[in-house]
């Protein structure tokens, strides 16, 4: 029986001894428990395709880049997957860029000004863009 206990010990024996069964086992209870960097991590060493993205959408969702970091497992994860997670993560704001209308305007000499709203983002605000691509340049700059 798979178990946190044992799964480390049995993937790279599932590996070695080309029991396919057995690893899909092994990611299936990976699948019932909750994400990690160490999951992720074992997903790309053993092909775990059902793994691999579900883990990338947890970090992009639930983890910021800066817990990421301070993982002792983080230094394991291939730059590869690190760009698929900048990008997931960029998508997730882009996405909040687009479809957050949260400004309140107000009339000052004829021009409109912004008042933000927590950490709502609105595509046409320049405070806004400067925020995201600050944050993009903070995950690009952390890429091995």
Request: glycine share 2%; aromatic share 8%.
């Amino acid at each position: 029986m798979v178990s946190v206990d044992t799964v480390e010990t049995v993937l790279p024996l599932a590996e070695e001894y080309q029991m396919t069964t057995l690893t899909r086992q092994c990611e299936s209870f990976l699948l019932s428990v909750d994400p990690s960097v160490r999951s992720l991590v074992l997903a790309e060493r053993y092909q775990l395709i059902k793994l691999k993205p579900k883990c990338i959408n947890h970090m992009k969702f639930k983890i910021h880049v800066r817990d990421l970091k301070e993982d002792p497992e983080f230094k394991n994860v291939s730059s590869e997957t690190l760009l698929d997670i900048l990008l997931e993560t960029c998508v997730k704001y882009e996405s909040a860029l687009d479809g957050i209308k949260h400004r309140t305007k107000l009339s000052a000499d004829r021009d409109m000004f912004y008042v933000h709203i927590g950490d709502h983002y609105d595509s046409s605000c320049s405070t806004c863009q400067r925020k995201v691509y600050s944050r993009i340049s903070d995950y690009t700059n952390k890429l091995p």
